[in-house]
Nanobody
């Protein structure tokens, strides 16, 4: 199983980034896919999730600014991030969850937002 996250980088406040997470080794269409982030000195937190049926949920801190989506044909989940703030700075991880199997984590991609 591999979850390959990409798309991180450094941007100024107000900018945008799109993260991608390409999955292999799982039945992607059956998995809930999520993005988490971990800032220095803080616990890892859920940013956004999307069920296999396309239902989405977001942390209050990112509602209206971030959009999660998935492409089952390409086995990829995306996180479009807009109006970025310095407090969004973190390592972002994707996670797959299947009700009848194991959870898997990607390797993380760094997002740095400067003021």
């Amino acid at each position: 199983v591999q979850l390959q996250a990409s798309g991180g980088g450094s941007v100024q406040a107000g900018g945008s980034l799109r993260l991608s997470c390409a999955a292999s080794g799982i039945i992607f269409r059956l998995n809930t896919m999520s993005w988490y982030r971990e800032a220095p000195g803080k616990q890892r937190e859920l940013v956004a999730g999307i069920t296999r049926g396309g239902i989405t949920n977001y942390a209050d801190s990112v509602k209206g600014r971030f959009t999660i989506s998935r492409d089952n044909a390409f086995k990829t989940v995306y996180l479009q991030m807009s109006s970025l703030k310095p407090e969004d700075t973190a390592v972002y991880y994707c996670k797959s969850t299947w009700d009848y199997g194991s959870d898997y984590w990607g390797q993380g991609t760094q997002v740095t937002v400067s003021s």
